[in-house]
């Protein structure tokens, strides 16, 4: 590292977003600041932004300044990719920068909800391969009545045509005569997943979309908007997929 790409930590983190200056430094002279693994406490340590791998409180900090991480809530009909060779609305008909950006993962074209969006590409490998079980959690609309056991066989899971299938978590989240939300969270993203696995115990579902992907959560973020993640959430993401 040149002496022109050193810069001071409390600096790094303060550009980085974690506070001032003067909060960053409390963090380092606490020792909750670590940089490529140890515990920093000198005020006066530079880093490099570009390589230094930095950890407050345990959860990772972004300080690569070309580093993008946002979230959109694609509409339905929309097609999961950045350019659609048949014309159709594609996320990118919802992108406002100028930066080449990933999505990570897909949503089916009927399918509304969350979708991140980076230019880190081991972030997003990490975030859509199998072996980090990162949970998705979906809002699934079907027609009642719900068999009190339906929680339980969906947890035990079924087999489908492509192998066996099942569900984490599972909840009734609304119910209004016989239209009802549930609540349904997976850690697998094959094809259709969700709605294969609803139709299987005889509920195809109605309508389908994504609220949560890992710890980031959809919120009050509507249809066809987007938002740059906070720091906060970034480490979080950082940190379910062990970075």
């Known amino acids: 590292m040149s002496e022109n ?10 550009d980085a977003g974690i506070g001032s200056r003067r909060h960053c430094e409390e963090l380092i002279g606490e020792g909750r600041v670590t940089v490529d693994g140890k515990v920093v406490f ?13 950890h407050v409180d345990g959860r990772r900090v972004e300080t690569r300044a070309e580093m993008r991480y946002y979230m959109v809530n694609k509409p339905r009909g929309v097609v999961s990719t950045m350019k659609d060779e048949r014309g159709r ?9 100028p930066e080449r950006l990933f999505h990570v993962g897909r949503l089916d074209t009927d399918t509304e909800g969350l979708i991140l969006l980076t230019n880190d590409g081991e972030l997003a490998h990490r975030l859509t391969h199998p072996s980090y079980g990162v949970e998705k959690t979906y809002l699934a609309e079907i027609h009642g009545p719900i068999p009190r056991d339906l ?8 087999r489908l045509e492509d192998g066996p299938a099942k569900a984490d978590k599972f909840r009734i989240f609304d119910q209004v005569g016989r239209r009802v939300l549930v609540e349904i969270t997976l850690h697998e993203g094959r094809k259709h997943i969700v709605r294969r696995l609803l ?23 509507k249809p066809g908007n987007m938002r740059a993640l906070t720091v906060k959430e970034v480490g979080e993401l950082y940190k379910a997929v062990d970075l």
């Open 5 to 14: 790409e050193a810069v001071r930590l409390q600096k790094v983190l303060a």
């Open 42 to 54: 000198r005020f006066g340590e530079k880093v490099d932004p570009q390589r230094a791998v930095i």
């Open 89 to 97: 609305k594609s996320l990118a008909d919802y992108v406002e920068v």
């Open 151 to 158: 929680g339980r066989r969906l947890k035990v899971g079924v």
């Open 199 to 221: 139709k299987e115990v005889g509920f195809p579902v109605q309508q389908l979309a994504r609220i949560e992907f890992g710890p980031i959560k959809l919120g009050l973020l």
